[in-house]
Structure formats: structure tokens, C-alpha cells
């Protein structure tokens, strides 16, 4: 057990597990109140739109290449 004080009132409380510095830790109480909602960072994909034009891009190569070769295996079967 870990000794803390609780980020919402402020009491002091003992948790499980070791208490990270970026994350606020809430005694029990504020806990099953539901301390720790709201606070969500970056996207629901945690992907930038930087990262997604990249993988846009991939695609479209890869598309290229399975577009010739799709032709080419037309062009032998017939
Ligand atoms: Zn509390």
C-alpha cells in the first residue's frame, strides 16, 4: 500500500498501487464517485493527422502496385 493524498478532497488515503506523478490519484470514496472522468488525451485513435495523411499515402502506393498486378494476371489468363 502506498500512502497518498486524494486529488479531488484532499484527504490523506492509501492505494494499491504505486502513484504516478502525471495521473491524480483519488482516495475510494472519490473513486466510485467517479474521480478520474473527463480528463482524455489526444483522439479516440490516439493518431495525429500528420500520422494519417502517411498512412494515406502507403495505401495509395500499395493500391498502385495491386492495381498492376491485377492486370497483369488479367493479361495472362486470357
Ligand atoms: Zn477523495
Known amino acids: 500500500m502506498h500512502d497518498v493524498v486524494c486529488d479531488k478532497c484532499g484527504k490523506e488515503c492509501q492505494v494499491p498501487f504505486k502513484p ?3 495521473k491524480p490519484v483519488y482516495c475510494s470514496e472519490c ?3 467517479g474521480g478520474s ?3 482524455r488525451r ?3 485513435s490516439g493518431m495525429s493527422p500528420e ?5 494515406n499515402e502507403k495505401l495509395d502506393k ?3 502496385v495491386l492495381q498492376t498486378l ?4 488479367d493479361s495472362e489468363e486470357e
Open 20 to 22: 504516478s506523478s502525471d
Open 51 to 55: 500520422q494519417f495523411n502517411q498512412i
Open 31 to 33: 473513486f466510485k464517485s
Open 37 to 39: 472522468g473527463g480528463s
Open 70 to 73: 491485377e492486370v497483369e494476371d
Open 42 to 44: 489526444g483522439g479516440s
Open 62 to 64: 500499395i493500391l498502385e
